[in-house]
């Protein structure tokens, strides 16, 4: 994973400066050890905990799907009663689709409205 060529994903990752920590990029040993004693399991990805940073060991984490697509750089977050979160996790919360959710932010709703706001069923007949 270090990024020295131009190809597919190098404009989100080398070519933004995110880097390899000099310990991981010369001992795959080093690595192996951080990631088993850091929760490493099959079903999860490296997942950087400040997108904007490099992949070390105080800026990565083992993370599921839904984690990673809840940490990305287009990420928006909302701030409802105390809780800062992104509007998928929000949706998830209050039980609406993500797709509602957005679309009523997009058309100005206030955030409690959005979010309490019981959404309207289509006739299905």
């Not at 390899?20 to 999860?44: K, P, V």
């Not at 409802?80 to 919360?93: H, L, P, S, V």
Request: net charge positive; proline share 2%.
């Amino acid at each position: 994973m270090y990024f020295v060529k131009r190809g597919y994903e190098w404009n989100k990752y080398g070519g933004r400066g995110i880097t390899m920590c000099d310990e991981w990029r010369n001992s795959f040993e080093t690595f192996q050890t951080w990631a088993l004693a850091n929760g490493y399991q099959d079903h999860l990805s490296i997942d950087r905990i400040d997108v904007n940073g490099n992949y070390c060991p105080e800026n990565c984490r083992w993370a599921t799907v839904y984690e990673q697509n809840n940490n990305k750089r287009t990420s928006r977050y909302l701030s409802y009663n105390g809780e800062t979160k992104t509007i998928r996790e929000f949706a998830d919360k209050y039980g609406l689709a993500y797709s509602c959710l957005y679309e009523r932010l997009r058309l100005g709703w206030n955030v409690e409205d959005a979010l309490l706001t019981p959404p309207k069923r289509r006739d299905l007949a």
